[in-house]
């Protein structure tokens, strides 16, 4: 079984590449040449629009979930 902190990591990066690539895909369809925005637009869509990773200390331990940028819901692991 994997650890709750490590699959709220790894489902942060999954949706962060997947974003990323998606973004990158649709730049280059508009953008030519190879120049510096073809990188940087992409992984600010990533950054911000990936879920966060969220971290809450309970009595019982600590819950784990991830946060997406448009609501305050926080989705648990």
């Known amino acids: 079984m994997m650890?709750?902190?490590i699959k709220m990591y790894v489902i942060h990066v999954v949706i962060f590449i997947a974003i990323f690539f998606?973004?990158?895909?649709?730049?280059s369809q508009y953008v030519?040449?190879?120049?510096f925005w073809?990188?940087?637009?992409?992984?600010?869509?990533?950054?911000?629009?990936?879920?966060k990773p969220h971290v809450e200390e309970h009595q019982s331990g600590?819950?784990?979930?991830?946060?997406?940028?448009?609501?305050?819901?926080?989705?648990?692991l």
């Not at 998606?22 to 730049?27: F, H, P, T, V």
């Open 32 to 35: 030519v040449d190879p120049t």
């Open 3 to 5: 650890n709750a902190m």
């Open 22 to 27: 998606i973004a990158r895909y649709i730049i």
């Open 62 to 76: 600590k819950q784990y979930g991830l946060r997406i940028v448009f609501s305050n819901k926080i989705i648990k």
């Open 38 to 51: 073809i990188t940087v637009i992409p992984v600010a869509c990533g950054w911000l629009l990936a879920p």
